[in-house]
């Protein structure tokens, strides 16, 4: 795979709304996951969430926003920041030059499920004109394109937690074929709603206490809202333009489990052929990875399986590399996750430091690799590779390296 500069970081995320209180956020260990306050969640086993504070809005108008789910409004802010972190005025360039990869999971549930129970308790009367238009998952493309006159190639990802980090891919290939200039390519979720919290609460994965990946008495993972975008470009353009290069994207591949419709291989073959298959589109041997980003789902056969999966590529070799699950910190933000993981993984380059896993207390025989628990370390990172999986045993790896 040809390598892809990444030109710009826009993050929007309960540890920090831009990249640098983000990075000093999750730098610290500390936890940004909190009582749900979006609602009220009493009724529910679990009734925590990693939230979004308060967003600067910026040129977002009062009469735009009533048109918007959650999760277009957080589209919409971290693409604004990251066409400002790579110096991009859309204006002085071809429209149909930039384009737009944008994954999520759920679609924008909070204006769907309000409007839903308006036209069941007031008719068809009581539902607003904008509901087919606010929250389909295409939405976030389609308000990002209008809202910033982007007009080029551009693909709407949902596959589960693993879509952004698919969508990142996917952009990469396009640039590397020359397609597009620009590529805005990354996530958005805003799942902290009644409905979406019920969905994610019947699969049975959620935690009730603490987020803690890899400890024996894990339990779930705690979800969380938030968005992440990057500009993708040729390495060469970005050069040109003195673009500053915050990493290089080198490898991407993604393979399913097909063994269970939830549930992934409990031996993670498919994770395993996946992690494999990126190592070999960058040209990178196992022992040439300083640090794994980790999908850190925290549920018993989740952790296990990956653990499996990196053993069964990287061999001996696995428990020497520095493995951590940053979300653990502010909450899996599903389809948005691989994207706000590649940006921490990114920042971590950037800054020589491992950003960890919190919440471990007990040692889990099963997990066993040197997953950088509750501190952050101090390492040099050249080259990382980025995990992201979903429902139904979807597996999407990214191997990323220092420009």
């Known amino acids: 795979m040809k390598k892809i500069a990444v030109s710009g970081i826009g993050i929007v995320a309960p540890a920090g709304t831009d990249k640098e209180d983000f990075w000093r956020n999750v730098a610290s260990g500390r936890s940004f996951v909190s009582p749900i306050t979006h609602f009220d969640a009493s009724a529910y086993p679990s009734q925590i969430a990693g939230q979004v504070g308060k967003l600067d809005l910026g040129n977002l108008s009062p009469r735009l926003l009533k048109k918007l789910d959650r999760f277009s409004v ?6 604004g920041n990251t066409l400002r972190d790579a110096g991009i005025e859309v204006t002085k360039e071809d429209p149909y030059s930039i384009g737009i990869f944008l994954g999520n999971a759920l679609g924008g549930w909070l204006y769907a499920e309000t409007e839903l129970r308006d036209l069941y308790v007031e008719g068809r009367a009581g539902v607003s004109p904008y509901m087919a238009s606010a929250w389909f998952p295409a939405a976030p493309q389609g308000q990002v394109s209008i809202h910033y006159g982007i007009k080029g190639y551009s693909k709407t990802v949902v596959s589960d937690k693993a879509s952004s980090l698919m969508a990142v891919g996917h952009a990469a290939k396009v640039i590397g074929n020359h397609n597009l200039k620009f590529a805005l390519a990354g996530g958005t979720e805003a799942p902290v709603t009644p409905y979406a919290l019920l969905c994610c609460s019947t699969e049975g994965s959620l935690s009730r206490g603490p987020y803690r990946p890899f400890d024996k008495a894990r339990d779930g993972f705690v979800v969380g809202e938030g968005a992440a975008v990057v500009v993708l470009e040729d390495v060469d353009s970005a050069r040109a333009r003195g673009a500053h290069i915050h990493g290089l994207v080198t490898g991407f591949a993604t393979f399913c489990d097909a063994t269970d419709r ?75 996750s691989g994207a706000v993981d590649l940006v921490t993984t990114l920042l971590a380059m950037q800054h020589g430091v491992i950003p960890p896993t919190i919440n471990h207390e007990t040692p889990d025989d099963e997990c066993d690799l040197d997953y950088v628990f509750n501190k952050s370390r101090e390492h040099r990172i050249d080259k990382a590779l980025v995990i992201s999986r979903g429902r139904g045993g979807v597996n999407t790896v990214l191997t990323v390296e220092r420009s």
């Open 74 to 79: 957080l589209a919409l802010v971290a693409t």
């Open 262 to 336: 939830i549930m992934p291989d409990p031996e993670g073959k498919g994770l395993a052929r996946a992690i494999g298959g990126a190592l070999a589109g960058a040209g990178y041997q196992p022992d040439d990875i300083d640090y794994i980003s980790a999908d850190g789902i925290a549920t018993r056969l989740g952790d296990s399986s990956e653990t499996r999966a990196i053993k069964d590529v990287f061999g001996t070799n696995g428990h020497k590399i520095p493995v951590s699950a940053p979300k653990s910190m502010f909450g899996h933000l599903l389809g948005a």
